[in-house]
């Protein structure tokens, strides 16, 4: 018996762009969502993403963005994403998210929120959740 956790079916295979200052957070992250069968895309920055973003957008489902980067934070790479697809599915990975910080992220169209430190089972639920188009969060 193993002990990782199981999702279910999916009928397509999803995009996520995983957006994080620290490598061994993204890597790892895409491991997870990659043996789990999401097509994973990686930005070391805001400004990275949001480029990664202009070129990819139709085929992104989700992103999976933290909020405390060098070049361009979190907050404005997600202002700069949704100005393109103001539909965009947000899940925002931080550690230093406070309820205040929640509030405006929720008026502002995020899906949800995963502190890290994560583990695997929370991670899959919560991309599995947004990628479903359950509602947005309300506080």
């Known amino acids: 018996m193993?002990?990782?956790?199981?999702?279910?079916?999916?009928?397509?295979?999803?995009?996520i762009l995983v957006v994080d200052d620290d490598p061994t957070i993204r890597s790892c992250v895409q491991r997870m969502l990659e043996r789990f069968g999401y097509r994973v895309l990686v930005a070391r920055d805001?400004?990275?993403?949001?480029?990664?973003?202009?070129?990819?957008?139709?085929?992104?489902?989700?992103?999976?963005?933290?909020?405390?980067?060098?070049?361009?934070?979190?907050?404005?790479?997600?202002?700069?994403?949704?100005?393109?697809?103001?539909?965009l599915r947000v899940l925002i990975c931080s550690g230093t998210c406070t309820d205040h910080h929640r509030t405006a992220l929720v008026d502002a169209g995020v899906h949800g929120f995963i502190d890290k430190p994560?583990?695997?089972?929370?991670?899959?639920?919560?991309v599995a959740r947004v990628l479903a188009l359950a509602p947005p969060l309300s506080m």
Do not use: K, N
Not at 72 to 80: K, P, R, V
């Open 2 to 15: 193993t002990d990782e956790p199981r999702t279910a079916a999916r009928p397509e295979i999803h995009t």
């Open 46 to 87: 805001g400004r990275e993403a949001v480029s990664i973003f202009e070129d990819r957008h139709q085929e992104i489902g989700l992103v999976l963005l933290d909020l405390e980067m060098p070049i361009l934070d979190g907050h404005a790479a997600l202002e700069a994403m949704r100005a393109l697809d103001p539909d």
């Open 118 to 126: 994560f583990d695997a089972a929370m991670l899959l639920r919560e």
